[in-house]
């Protein structure tokens, strides 16, 4: 069994790892806001699923020692890129915005029929979360937007106008509980293709990150993602 470290313990996916639902993982320890943050010599992955602004206090775990780190943490940016370049340079790090992996093979879809319909067919792709999620468009949508060229548009208002060639529209729906979906719509003259991806159980996630917990525990160091693992 990995011997795992839980950063983000108090979360809403961290209690899903401590609520006993990861039978694969060797639970060492747990760690949220407030804690000492000092990783046990035996923890060979930490398993993060907290908040960018929690970061600094995740640098500090990961600091004077080389256990590997898999990531689902979204929201990123510059500085939370950089410190996954100065974490990789010492340990092996998986990261992926969404650990799903029907996620992922949907990004792969994607990039298949955007190849296959060229600039014929103008490009939409629209996301649904629970209420509480804080980034807006998701981590998982501005991944995905990544296989468009084109410019991307962040909803539209009632001054808009008609749609600008060279642009991709992003819309963002919040509410009840849902765990997450990603709707991608190529939108040609007498046609439309839709491919979707809904994710029903949280559950999906925490599988994810287990199956990636045990793909680079004992990697060398360096950066991990979906590719790397399903490739």
Avoid: C
Avoid at 27 to 45: A, C, H, N, P, R
Avoid at 142 to 161: A, M, T, Y
Avoid at 197 to 203: E, G, I
């Amino acid at each position: 069994m990995t011997r795992v470290a839980i950063f983000g313990s108090d979360g809403r996916m961290g209690r899903l790892f401590t609520g006993g639902s990861s039978g694969k993982l060797d639970i060492v320890q747990t760690f949220d806001k407030g804690d000492s943050y000092k990783l046990d010599s035996s923890v060979e992955v930490v398993i993060d699923f907290s908040q960018v602004s929690a970061w600094g206090d995740l640098d500090t775990l990961l600091t004077g020692n080389e256990a590997a780190l898999v990531s689902g943490t979204t929201g990123t940016g510059v500085n939370e890129n950089r410190l996954l370049d100065k974490w990789s340079s010492v340990r092996p790090v998986f990261y992926s915005s969404n650990m799903s992996i029907g996620i992922y093979v949907l990004g792969e879809l994607m990039r298949i029929a955007t190849d296959m319909l060229g600039d014929s067919f103008d490009h939409e792709l629209v996301e649904f979360h629970h209420r509480n999620k804080k980034d807006s468009p998701s981590g998982t949508a501005l991944s995905l937007l990544g296989n468009w060229p084109e410019q991307v548009v962040f909803g539209r208002n009632r001054d808009s106008g008609e749609r600008k060639p060279g642009t991709a529209g992003v819309h963002s729906v919040r509410g009840g509980d849902v765990a997450g979906e990603h709707h991608l719509y190529f939108l040609g003259d007498g046609e439309r293709l839709t491919i979707s991806h809904a994710a029903t159980d949280r559950m999906v996630f925490v599988n994810g990150a287990i199956r990636a917990a045990e793909f680079i525990a004992g990697k060398p160091s360096g950066l991990y993602g979906m590719e790397d693992m399903l490739g």
